[in-house]
């Protein structure tokens, strides 16, 4: 997993989509935020989202057993088909702002630090996250108009 993907097969499950996936941590504030921008600037209003302890979730973990202790965003192409990949922290983060494209393609720069000095700076963040942005007590209930890209 040299650039944060896992490219190997994996076998096809019920849940098959061809829009990302971003898997987060349901209470914490700054995740929600994170959705709630990509949200907005999701000009296809394609990607979907599904907390970290969503069905969906243990099922991403459950084909990639080295995602069963990261507490951290996780990106999925091709859900749940032959061709799954997963990307995790700052590599999930480059492939959102890929994802949104435009102004956001900018943060693709960071893509020249190295992964491990990329995700070093992502841990570090992490670990005070929920002291600065705080926690939900649970994972808040989208709006009605984007509830079905929500995946449980």
Known sequence: MSDG????????????????????????????????TILRFDRDGTMQFAALDSDVARGVIARHPQLADVDSVVFVEYLGEPAERIAIKSAAALRVADYLGGPWRAFRAAGLIPQTARDRLYDGFARIRYRVFGTHDTCPIPAPEVRARFLG
């Open 5 to 36: 993907q896992n490219e190997a097969p994996v076998r096809r499950t019920e849940n098959v989509t061809s829009a990302p996936v971003l898997l987060y941590d349901g209470v914490c504030g700054v995740c929600n935020s994170a959705v709630q």
